[in-house]
């Protein structure tokens, strides 16, 4: 099973500040099958990205995916409040499906 | 609009038998994969697998394969999530999940979630 592991824990950002999150693989992801969701506080999951860095329908330019192989990153250019959330990065190349463990975006 | 509704929160004990359900609206329920995400509270997402309505072929995760069974109702558009032997640990957020007509793995549409709770 390819492990995922997010770093940091914990993004403390300002509005208008740029915010990088990482998601690293345990081995390399197939044909860049990576997506990235956002989890608001009682919500359900929302696709972000997905095929490393094609933006889901409605997903505001300011996020943006990048990576292949092993590493991988979600941009926020410039964060506003209502980015509060838990960030999960998730690969569906290789059979068990499997996410991070996510990222928490706190706003400053 | 695709939409995914999900019934609504169960509270059950150990050892006892439980089907949550799933109906898709908006779309052509039986051409698109569905599928299965648990969550426990306070953690992170799971893969539990998916089926395809036309035929209900199924893929499940190792991790869950044996502890529980999907099925689907195509005259109602509604995909089911089942436990014959509940288990305090089944205590979760359970998402159902709508991959693109490509069949991708990624999650393109979600229910609002369904929590279960086991104790006793």
């Known amino acids: 099973e390819i492990v995922l592991t997010q770093s940091p824990g914990t993004l403390s950002l300002s509005p208008g500040e740029r915010g990088t999150l990482s998601c690293r693989a345990s081995?390399?992801?197939?044909?860049?099958?990576l997506a990235w969701y956002q989890q608001k506080p009682g919500q359900a999951p929302r696709l972000l990205i997905y095929?490393?860095?094609s933006r889901a329908t409605g997903i505001p330019d300011r996020f943006s995916g990048s990576g292949s192989g092993t590493d991988f990153t979600l941009t926020i250019s410039r964060l506003e409040p209502e980015d509060l959330a838990f960030y999960y990065c998730?690969?569906?190349?290789?059979?068990?499906?499997?996410f991070g463990q996510g990222t928490k975006v706190e706003i400053k | 609009e695709v939409q995914l509704v999900q019934s609504g929160a169960e509270v059950k004990k150990p050892g006892e038998s439980l089907k949550i359900s799933c109906k898709g609206s908006g779309y052509s329920f039986t051409t698109y994969w569905i599928g299965w995400v648990r969550q426990v509270p306070g953690k992170g997402l799971e893969w539990i697998g998916i089926?395809?309505?036309?035929?209900?072929?199924?893929q499940y995760s190792p991790s869950f394969q044996g502890q529980v069974t999907f099925s689907v109702d195509k005259s109602t558009s509604t995909a089911y999530l089942q436990w014959s032997n509940l288990k305090a640990s089944d205590t979760a957020m359970y998402y159902c999940?709508?991959?693109?007509?490509?069949?991708?793995?990624?999650?393109?549409?979600w229910g609002q979630g369904t929590l279960i709770t086991v104790s006793s």
């Open positions: 998730q690969q569906y190349g290789t059979s068990p499906w499997t």
């Open positions: 095929g490393a860095s």
């Open positions: 081995q390399s992801v197939s044909s860049s099958s």
């Open positions: 999940a709508r991959l693109p007509f490509d069949g991708s793995g990624y999650w393109s549409y």
């Open positions: 089926i395809y309505p036309g035929d209900s072929d199924t």
